[in-house]
């Protein structure tokens, strides 16, 4: 029988390991089963995923394949619960849509576009204020008859805020309801804390982050209730 040079010359290398006529063999075996394929590689994959840190929230629909990081869920948690209680008041639009004015023909023309095309209701001033109605009476209005309010804070909207305008109306009362979702578009939070600490201070979601598309997918997810 061959006897175990490792006692001599030691095993400490791999090539020391495989001129050994007792363990050689043994290596060389061992060797042969690194293209077997592990069982556990797609929990592996699985446990990959988790590791990024996202996941699937608690109000997130069977087969969803939309992720949210943790501070994510985090602020739209008490969102949610909020519409949920709200759930049984009739005739609620789905979403408040609070933009700077110089923005009603772009980036907030594009989130109303995307939020009604994934089934979402939407109050949008450039619809559902008429021309010679008093704007604050429909934005009371438009409050009052909507679920949760999301404010797309763009570079206009610093502007629009700095100067104390109809959108400090909208946030105080979206605020005190506890239904604000913040999106910032084409800005900072860091900027927005410098002009609204109080707004600043709500996490929310941002197109540095996903697409408008997928943040418009992840509001259509978060205001729909299950009859």
Same mark, same amino acid.
Request: with cysteine.
């Given at each position: /029988?061959?006897?175990? *040079?490792?006692?001599?010359?030691?095993?400490?290398?791999?090539?020391?390991?495989?001129? +050994?006529?007792? +363990?050689?063999?043994? #290596?060389?075996? #061992?060797?042969? #089963?690194?293209?077997?394929?592990?069982?556990?590689?797609? @929990?592996?994959?699985?446990?990959?995923? &988790?590791?990024?840190?996202?996941?699937?929230?608690?109000?997130?629909?069977?087969?969803? *394949?939309?992720?949210?990081?943790?501070? !994510?869920?985090?602020?739209?948690?008490? &969102?949610?619960?909020? %519409?949920?209680?709200?759930?049984?008041?009739?005739?609620?639009?789905?979403?408040?849509?609070?933009?700077?004015?110089?923005?009603?023909?772009?980036?907030?023309?594009? /989130?109303?576009?995307?939020?009604?095309?994934?089934?979402?209701?939407?109050?949008? @001033? !450039?619809?559902?204020? =008429?021309?010679?109605?008093?704007?604050?009476?429909?934005?009371?209005?438009?409050?009052?008859?909507?679920?949760?309010?999301?404010? =797309?804070?763009?570079?206009?909207?610093?502007?629009?805020?700095?100067? !104390?305008?109809?959108?400090?109306?909208?946030?105080?009362?979206?605020?005190?309801?506890?239904?604000? &979702?913040? %999106?910032?578009?084409?800005?900072?939070?860091?900027?927005?804390?410098?002009?609204?600490?109080?707004?600043? @201070?709500?996490?929310? $979601?941002?197109?540095?982050?996903?697409? /408008?598309?997928?943040?418009?997918?992840?509001?259509?997810? $978060?205001?729909? &209730?299950?009859?």
């Amino acid at each position: /029988m061959a006897r175990c *040079t490792a006692p001599v010359n030691g095993h400490r290398s791999a090539s020391a390991r495989a001129n +050994c006529p007792a +363990c050689g063999g043994s #290596y060389r075996s #061992y060797n042969s #089963y690194s293209s077997y394929s592990s069982p556990y590689s797609s @929990s592996a994959s699985r446990a990959a995923s &988790v590791s990024s840190g996202k996941s699937r929230a608690r109000w997130s629909a069977g087969g969803s *394949t939309i992720l949210y990081t943790p501070a !994510e869920i985090r602020t739209l948690t008490p &969102v949610r619960e909020n %519409i949920e209680k709200r759930a049984d008041l009739p005739d609620l639009r789905d979403v408040f849509l609070c933009h700077a004015w110089d923005d009603r023909k772009e980036a907030a023309q594009e /989130m109303h576009d995307l939020l009604e095309s994934k089934g979402v209701t939407v109050w949008f @001033s !450039e619809k559902d204020v =008429l021309l010679g109605s008093s704007l604050l009476r429909e934005i009371d209005k438009g409050l009052i008859k909507s679920r949760v309010g999301i404010v =797309l804070v763009t570079p206009n909207f610093l502007k629009r805020i700095k100067g !104390e305008g109809i959108a400090d109306k909208e946030l105080s009362v979206l605020l005190a309801r506890d239904l604000l &979702v913040p %999106i910032v578009h084409n800005t900072t939070y860091d900027d927005l804390r410098e002009v609204s600490p109080l707004l600043g @201070s709500r996490s929310g $979601l941002s197109t540095k982050e996903d697409t /408008m598309d997928s943040i418009a997918s992840k509001l259509a997810e $978060l205001v729909k &209730v299950e009859d």
